[in-house]
């Protein structure tokens, strides 16, 4: 029998489908295996860092800090490189153990002292960008040679198409992400601690260990997307990424991922992100729409995803069987 809990992420995989023929007829030169990689190229740090809000979410848990960490990593490593002459090598690893250090923080805090995960990352999101200005109020633009050759190179794939290094880098934290959602102990006790907290304490899973480590992915995910943003602007600015959070958990709800937890795809959260970027890219095809008009289709995705949910958990009971 169809298990109902499947129905949002083949809602969002035929939406996906629906945009992108609806675009191909429309535009000329929409309907092309570039555009798809265009919408890869152009969201690759949002896909990176939503891989570890889906693991968040899952676990019932969320994260308002991700835009915040990703300006952080942009600041700290333009920084480093530009004004202070560190090479990329140790600056790279040294962003991603922040970003890790800083999730697992937030995780730790969450847990032992039981406070709701919004209050917490909140704080966190503001520490994140006060940091930023700490750094230095102005752009920090970056002209090192690894960044400008890691923004500039382009990999080629049959047809004379192109993607750049970021998205590689993209995917490969999808596939990750994927397995260790769906492959791994640490995947189901997450899903199990979404569900339920208190069954999962019953069942004798490591719930703090769990949590703690949801927030680290987290914090990792969210400062390789800073890297991989700093390749994408070449600069570093206590204002980039504004509003990233918010445009993460959009891309994992209308991903498919429940906001109670318990029931989310990487996978899912891949066409979120997909999504969003056709939106935009037909909105740019038209050329007369203000950008704008892309966080108003967003809103309204997600308000039929949230309904969409809504309906699925008050048969529950019904679909479990």
């Not at 997909?274 to 890219?281: A, S």
Request: charged share 5%; aromatic share 12%; proline share 2%.
């Amino acid at each position: 029998m169809f298990n109902r809990k499947y129905v949002p992420i083949f809602v969002t995989v035929g939406l996906f489908a629906l945009m992108f023929a609806a675009g191909s007829f429309r535009y000329t030169g929409f309907f092309s295996l570039q555009v798809i990689l265009n919408l890869l190229i152009d969201n690759a740090y949002l896909l990176i860092a939503a891989v570890g809000m889906t693991l968040v979410i899952v676990s019932g848990g969320i994260d308002l800090s991700v835009g915040s960490v990703i300006a952080l990593t942009t600041m700290v490593s333009a920084s480093l490189v530009q004004q202070h002459g560190w090479p990329p090598a140790v600056v790279i690893p040294l962003v991603l153990a922040m970003g890790a250090v800083f999730g697992s923080g937030m995780g730790a805090i969450i847990h032992y002292f039981k406070i709701q995960p919004f209050i917490v990352t909140l704080a966190g999101m503001f520490l994140a960008r006060g940091l930023c200005y700490v750094i230095d109020i102005n752009t920090i633009t970056i002209d090192n040679a690894f960044y400008t050759k890691a923004a500039q190179t382009r990999i080629h794939l049959p047809g004379g198409n192109t993607v750049s290094v970021s998205v590689v880098i993209a995917l490969i934290v999808v596939a990750i992400g994927i397995y260790i959602a769906h492959y791994t102990r640490f995947g189901r006790n997450a899903y199990a601690l979404g569900g339920s907290e208190q069954s999962a304490l019953l069942m004798g899973l490591p719930v703090g260990k769990t949590k703690i480590s949801v927030y680290l992915l987290s914090g990792l995910c969210s400062s390789l997307a800073g890297v991989v943003f700093t390749f994408y602007m070449l600069s570093g600015y206590g204002m980039h990424a504004i509003g990233t959070e918010l445009d993460t958990i959009a891309a994992v709800v209308i991903g498919g991922t429940l906001l109670t937890g318990g029931v989310g795809y990487v996978v899912g959260t891949f066409f979120g992100v997909m999504i969003q970027g056709v939106i935009q890219t037909i909105i740019s095809f038209e050329g007369t729409l203000s950008s704008w008009w892309t966080k108003i289709a967003i809103g309204l995705l997600l308000f039929l995803f949230i309904v969409l949910q809504r309906l699925l958990s008050s048969g529950k009971a019904a679909w479990k069987g």
